[in-house]
């Protein structure tokens, strides 16, 4: 698959490094570009498979418009909103979560939420001792939603689909989780997994 991925931080590289061992190609969009994959953000979407979103939440608002998504197109939406700033005009009581905020800004694309639970660094080699980290994946389209699914178990996850686009909320609360046991336990060095019989 040919994918755009906007934002070259943590999560984008992380993400970055994952899909092109797995044969992917991947185009990096940024503010700035540099030379390589990388692309300015505006109509950085046009022309590939899937659009994944790895910038602070605060900045969906400016940059989703401008990314050129198209009808039907795949939106894999891996930002947290919860305890972040929201997009200036916008507040957490408007939405019951960041997924159906992106939503709202492009109806006419598939938005599924998925790589939000887990630290960065995870992202490119999720072993724990032999066990898949769980991945909730949501979505309102189901063809682009089992694409995700695909793709995330292709990666080394345990994905599961947890239901529409509703349920965002409940793994952006998951990611807030996942940040409460990093600042007890000190280190970063875990994930979540799902216990199945
Ligand atoms: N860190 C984690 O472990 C983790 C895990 C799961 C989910 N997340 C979520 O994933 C998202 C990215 O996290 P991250 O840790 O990768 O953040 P990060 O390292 O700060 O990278 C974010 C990237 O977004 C771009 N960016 C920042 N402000 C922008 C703006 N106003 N307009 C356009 N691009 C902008 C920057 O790329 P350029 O400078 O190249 O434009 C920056 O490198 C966040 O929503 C975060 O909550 C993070």
Known sequence: MEFTIVGAGQVGRSLESALTTLGHRVRLA????????????????QGCDAVILATPFVATGEIVPQLGIGQGQLVIDATN???????????PSDFSSGGEFV?????????????NVIGYEHMD??????????????GNDAEAKGSVLEL??????????????????????????????????????FAFGLLHR
């Open 81 to 91: 909103p919860f305890g972040r700033a929201w997009p200036a005009g916008f507040s």
């Open 152 to 189: 995330a178990t292709s990666m080394g996850f345990d994905a599961h689909d947890i239901g529409d686009l509703s349920k965002a909320a409940l793994v952006e609360n998951m990611g807030l989780l996942w940040g409460a046991l990093r600042d007890v336990k000190g280190n970063r060095e």
């Open 30 to 45: 940024r503010r700035a570009p540099e030379a390589g994959n990388e692309v300015a953000l505006a109509g950085s979407a």
């Open 125 to 138: 080699r999720p072993q724990f001792a032999g066990v898949a980290p769980f991945m909730p994946v949501c």
């Open 103 to 115: 939503q709202s800004l492009i109806p006419q694309a598939h938005v599924v939420k998925c790589f």
